[in-house]
């Protein structure tokens, strides 16, 4: 495992933009695959964004895609979310993720989790 911390969470009124970090420790950082995901309050976590361990391949929720951008720089040990055209549903605790080589898309599949960062998104 490597141990994630989340940074950047905040409020921002719709259609705004807030950059989340996940910043990582440990050495091997480069081998693992990322991801992102998010709960609001009552609501099953659920999927963001995931990116391979040098980021060739990205993959978003359709409820995201064309809005939030997941990147990383593995000389940093971070990975980023950048969030635009925030919308109110938006508003969740954010996590991030991550699980040795090959990306993925579902929670379980991680095994590395961040403390979560509230981003709250008003209308």
């Known amino acids: 495992q490597v141990q994630l911390v989340e940074s950047g969470g905040g409020s921002v009124q719709a259609g705004g933009s807030l950059r989340l970090s996940c910043a990582a420790s440990?050495?091997?950082?480069?081998?693992?695959?990322m991801g992102w995901f998010r709960q609001a309050p009552g609501k099953e976590r659920e999927f963001v964004a995931a990116?391979?361990?040098?980021?060739?391949?990205?993959y978003y929720a359709d409820s995201v895609k064309g809005r939030f951008t997941i990147s990383r720089d593995n000389a940093k040990n971070t990975v980023y979310l950048q969030m635009n055209s925030l919308k109110p549903e938006d508003t969740a605790v954010y996590y991030c993720?991550?699980?040795?080589?090959?990306?993925?898309?579902?929670?379980?599949?991680?095994?590395?989790w961040g403390q979560g960062a509230q981003v709250t998104v008003s209308s």
């Open positions: 440990g050495r091997t950082f480069s081998s693992y695959a």
């Open positions: 993720a991550g699980r040795p080589s090959y990306v993925a898309t579902i929670a379980s599949d991680f095994g590395s």
């Open positions: 990116i391979s361990l040098r980021g060739g391949v990205r």
